[in-house]
C-alpha cells in the first residue's frame, strides 16, 4: 500500500478548498466554453493521430499559408523589424556623425574654369603646323586626360613646391595611431638609392594631388572644370590656377616646340635642296655644252630627212626593179618580132617593117640593151649612196635622241629639286614668320576664388546616405533575420507543419529561478500565466469527458523546452481541482525536480527500478505544491532498460490505481529512446515546443519518430511563449488566452 491514504489526501483537499472554489468555478465556465467550441471540430480532435504525416516544412521566408510572400507579409515583416531598422539606422547616423564632427579634415574645393577653343584660324594659312583642334568628342576627352596627366600635375607639384607639404607628401605628415602602428608591424623599404627615394616621394606626391582633383567638361560646351580640394582655402585656389595656367602654357609650349622642330627640318631640307638644285643645273649645262645637240627641233628634222630618205630609197627600188625587168626581157627576146615587142620602141617598130632597117634594128635594139643596162648598174650605184647616207643619218639621229633624253632628264630633277625647294622655302619662311604668333588652343575664362565654407564632409548629405543605408541595411537583416529563422512563434504555424490541432499555450512564467516560477503560478492564480495553465488542462480533460486520460507523459525535441514546468504546473493545477496527481520525473539523467523543490528524498525512481527501495518511501508531497512529486533519483547506467523493465509497469499500474492522474517527465525525444520507450504506456502525450526556439526540422523529425507509437494520442503545447515577443513580431492577435483582448480579466 501506498503511504498516503484516502483519509490524508481528503485532508490536502479541504485545505485547499478557498483556492479550489475560484479555480472550479472559472474551469467549469472554460470547460463549457471548451466544449462549446470543439463539438464540431472533425474526428481529428486535438491527440488524435492525423490522417497524415508531418507537413514537410516550406521554405523559411514563406510566411503564412499560401507559400507566397505578399504585401501584406511584406510589410508586418518590417513592421516587425521596426526596432532593428531604426536601429541600424541609428547607428549608421552616430557613426558618420562622430566621423564627420571628429574625425573627418574638412576641405575646400576652389574651381579654375577653362575654355577650349577648337579649329583656330592658321595666319599664313599654315595649316599643318598651327591647325587648331577640331572639337569633337575624341579630342575633348584626350584634353581632360591631359589635365589630368601626372606630367602636368608633376610641374604643378615642381612649382608649387608641393614636395614640402605634408598635406601631399604623406613622407613628412606625422603617422596617426592607426598608420603609426601599420608602419611598425610592416615597415616600408626605403631605398638605398636618394634619386630613387626622391623619385618615390615625388610620384607619391603626385597621386596625392591627383586624388584631390577632379576636371569635367560642361555639357554641350568646350568648357572644363578645374576642381581643387584641399585643408587650405587659399592653396585650394592656388593649385587650381596653376593648373590652369600650366594646361594652357604646355598647349603654347607644345607648338612652339613643334613649330621649333618644323622649322629646323625645313631649314635643313631647304639648305640641302639649294646644293642639290645647284648640282643638277651644273650638270645639264655641262652636258649642253658637250654634245652636238642644237635642239629638239634640229633632232626631228634629221628625223624628217631620215624619212625622205628612205622613201627615195623605196622609190629607187621601185625603179630598179622595172629596169632590171626590162633588161631581162631585152635579153630574153631572140626574134626581132620579139624584141621590139619587149623594148616597147616606136623606132624599132618603125625599122622591124622595112627590109633595109635590119642592121638599124639590131643596132638601136643594142643601143636599148646597153641603155636600160647602163641604168640598172647606174640604179644600184645610187642605191648604194643613199643606204650609206641613210646609216649615216640614223647614227646621228640615235646619238642625238639619246643626248636629248639625257638633257631632258637632266632638266626634269632640275625642275623637281627646284619646286620642292620653292615650296619648302616658302613654309620656312611662313614658320618663321609664325613663331612670334603662336596662340594657345585654350585659354582661362575665370580664375579659382578662395571658398569661404568646407565642402567637405557634407555633413547633412552624409547623414542622408547613412539613414538611407542604414534603412537598407535594417532591412537586409531583418528580411536575412526572417529568412534564416527556423523557430515557431504561433500555433498556427506550428498547426500548419504538423497537421495537428495546439492543445495550449503557455507564456514565460516570471520568476529568477525554477522555484519562483511555480510560486507565481500559486500566488497569482488570476495571472495570464495561471489561466493559460488552466486551458490546457481543460484541452486534457476535455479528450474524452466520460474517459479522461489519467496517465500524461510529457517530453520535447530538446531539452530546455519547459517540458518539466508545463508538467510541474498542469500537475498542480489539476490537484487543486481537489484530483489526486502524482509527478514522476521519469528523466532520470538530469534530475531537475530538485531544482523546484527543496524537500525531496535523496533517492528516487532509479532506486525503485533498481530494487532497492519500494516506492513507497520514495513520494514525497513538496510544501505549498498540490501534487505528489518523486523524483529521478541517482543516474544508473543505462536508464532505458530501466524504464523498459517489467517493475516499471507494475508501478506505473500501482500509480494509476491510486491517483486521479500520473504524469511523468520524460526525456526530449531527439536526445535518448527513454520517451518512446513509455509512450505505449500512457493514455496521453503531449509535446512540448518552445516558442521561437525549436526548429521546424526538429519537431518534424520528432514527429517522425513518434510514427511508429501505436494506439496514443499525442498534442501539442507552445511552451515559453514571449508576449512581447508576440507584439514585437506582429503576432498579439495570436496570443491566445493570454492575449491583450481584456487584461482587465488577469491579474498580476
Known sequence: MLPCSKTGSALARRGRACYATHSCNMSLRLTYEWSQMTRDLPRRAFFDE???GPV????????????????????????????????????????????????????YRATAVVVLDPAETAILDMEGLVSGLSGDDVEINTELEVLRSRLLLGQVVDRLGLLADPEFNADLAPPGRIGGLIRRMWPEEVPADPELAARRSRDRTIEAL?????????????VFDITVASEDPVKAARIADTVA????????????????????????????LQGQLEAAEVARARFSAATDLVSAEALAMLEVQLKDLRDRIAELDQRRGAAEARRVALGAAETRDAQAGAAEDAALERLLGREDGATAFDARFAQLLAATEADVLRMDAQRGALTESERELEARIESQGADLIRLQQLVREAEAIRLLYEQLLTRLNGAVAQQGIQQPDSRILSTATVPQAPSSPRTALMAASALILGLFGGLAVVLARHTLHRGLRTSSELEEITGRVVAGEVPLIPGQGRREVLAHLRDHPQSAQAEAIRALRTS?????????????????????????????????????????VIVVEGDIRRRVFDLYFDDLPKEGLAEHLSGDLPAEVLIARPAAFGADVMHGGSAPGNPADLLSSARFDRLLEALAARYDFVILDTPPVLAVPDFRIVAPRFDSLLLCVRWDATTRVQVAET?????GVPGRRLGLVLARVDPRGMRRYGHAERMGAYG?????????
Open 740 to 748: 491583450g483582448y481584456g487584461t482587465e480579466y488577469y491579474r498580476d
Open 50 to 52: 492525423p490522417d497524415r
Open 540 to 580: 486534457v480533460m476535455m479528450l474524452d469527458p466520460a474517459r479522461p486520460p489519467r496517465t500524461i507523459a510529457v517530453t520535447s525535441s530538446v531539452p530546455a523546452e519547459g517540458k518539466t514546468t508545463t508538467a510541474l504546473a498542469l500537475a498542480d493545477n489539476i490537484a487543486r481541482l481537489g484530483r489526486s
Open 210 to 222: 591627383e586624388e584631390r582633383i577632379g576636371v569635367r567638361v560642361r555639357p554641350r560646351t568646350f
Open 56 to 107: 514537410e516544412p516550406e521554405p523559411f521566408f514563406l510566411p503564412g499559408r499560401g507559400g507566397a510572400m505578399d504585401l501584406g507579409d511584406i510589410g508586418r515583416m518590417i513592421w516587425r523589424g521596426r526596432l532593428t531598422v531604426a536601429s541600424t539606422m541609428a547607428v549608421a547616423l552616430c557613426l558618420v556623425l562622430v566621423h564627420a564632427l571628429f574625425f573627418a579634415t574638412p576641405l
Open 245 to 272: 595656367e600650366r594646361y594652357v602654357a604646355s598647349q603654347l609650349e607644345a607648338k612652339r616646340a613643334g613649330m621649333d622642330q618644323v622649322t629646323a627640318w625645313l631649314t635643313e631640307r631647304v639648305a640641302d
Open 703 to 707: 514527429l517522425r519518430l513518434l510514427r
